[in-house]
């Protein structure tokens, strides 16, 4: 059984860090901690918690370590993306102003038809899928045909409606068959 002693500023931190986030795994690991100082064994604190007590163990050496800063995960930097953040204004500008502005014969972006006209621009190739990482990154969403043309003609709204209101009045008259 491990013991750990916190003072009362220690104990404040982490009930206050422990009560205010969001993070399920933070909030585990400032429970394990509290657990601990309160003299719980490492097995117990480890079922109530749903986890390892080699698990356990680790957050109180991380926050012996590095206090509650120990107890935050840190992520890994990541893949660095393929498209530079200094072309980012150039390619919302293209967004923005469409591919009839940029000399393309199409009426809306793609992101397939984005990555040509960037590599056809600049040179750098990439795939449909790092466009899109790139909008979903400056909260840009591109246009997405339908191609259904006929959408807004009155006559087949006028229809569908009939057709939804018949539909609705013979499930209102209890016409259920099982």
Not at 53 to 62: H, M, S
Not at 96 to 112: D, E, I, S, Y
Request: proline share 4%; hydrophobic share 35%.
């Amino acid at each position: 059984m491990s013991r750990l002693e916190l003072s009362e500023g220690q104990r404040s931190e982490l009930e206050t860090c422990f009560r205010a986030t969001e993070d399920r795994r933070l909030r585990d690991r400032c429970q394990a901690v509290l657990m601990t100082a309160r003299s719980r064994p490492q097995q117990q604190i480890a079922e109530d918690l749903g986890t390892t007590t080699r698990n356990v163990q680790r957050f109180l050496a991380r926050y012996r370590a590095g206090g509650l800063e120990g107890l935050k995960i840190q992520w890994a930097p990541g893949k660095t993306p393929l498209i530079p953040e200094h072309l980012a204004p150039t390619l919302l500008d293209w967004i923005r102003q469409g591919p009839r502005a940029c000399g393309l014969k199409r009426a809306n972006w793609t992101h397939v038809a984005l990555a040509d006209f960037l590599h056809q621009q600049t040179g750098i190739r990439v795939r449909e899928t790092a466009m899109g990482d790139f909008c979903r990154r400056h909260g840009v969403r591109l246009y997405r045909p339908t191609y259904r043309f006929l959408r807004a003609d009155p006559a087949r709204q006028q229809q569908a409606q009939q057709e939804l209101s018949e539909k609705n009045a013979r499930r209102q008259q209890g016409s259920w068959s099982f």
